[in-house]
């Protein structure tokens, strides 16, 4: 069976480097069986892909693809206190906010770019309970952040 980091490699993709904090906070925290992450903004290289509003500055679709990347980011930082992808027993919850023109309301499909990145790396395991929320604002103007909580190993 594929491990999570082989998949990712399916999938033309590798876990980049934790992003870096940017305030009083730490990227994951593991306690007993459970990874909780911080909320993962689209950094690439330890920039913003993209800035703005969705539906407004930046499309749906391209949000999707930015919440894929705030995905990784955050798994990058699950495995950064479990070792590796292989301790992740199960994706329990993602949180994810999206900010958004005043009539977008398509914040849904926006987050299923986590989501189905998570379904791709962890099959059965990657299902879980999900909230999608429209804000006003995001970090460094950032159109979408992403949170996830792991069962792990």
Do not use: W
């Amino acid at each position: 069976m594929a491990t999570p980091e082989e998949r990712l490699a399916a999938l033309g993709l590798s876990l980049p480097e934790v992003p870096a904090p940017v305030a009083a906070y730490v990227p994951a925290v593991r306690t007993g069986a459970h990874v909780y992450t911080s909320g993962q903004l689209p950094t690439v290289e330890g920039k913003l892909a993209v800035t703005g509003k969705v539906g407004a500055e930046v499309s749906a679709e391209e949000a999707y693809d930015l919440a894929r990347i705030c995905a990784l980011n955050a798994l990058a930082a699950i495995a950064s206190v479990t070792g590796d992808l292989s301790a992740v027993v199960r994706i329990v919850k993602v949180v994810a906010f999206v900010a958004s023109a005043p009539d977008f309301t398509g914040q849904p499909q926006v987050v299923n770019g986590a989501s189905e990145l998570l379904g791709e790396v962890f099959g059965d395991a990657g299902k879980h309970a999900r909230s999608a929320v429209g804000v006003a604002a995001l970090p460094l103007g950032a159109p979408v952040e992403v949170e996830i909580l792991a069962e792990v190993r």
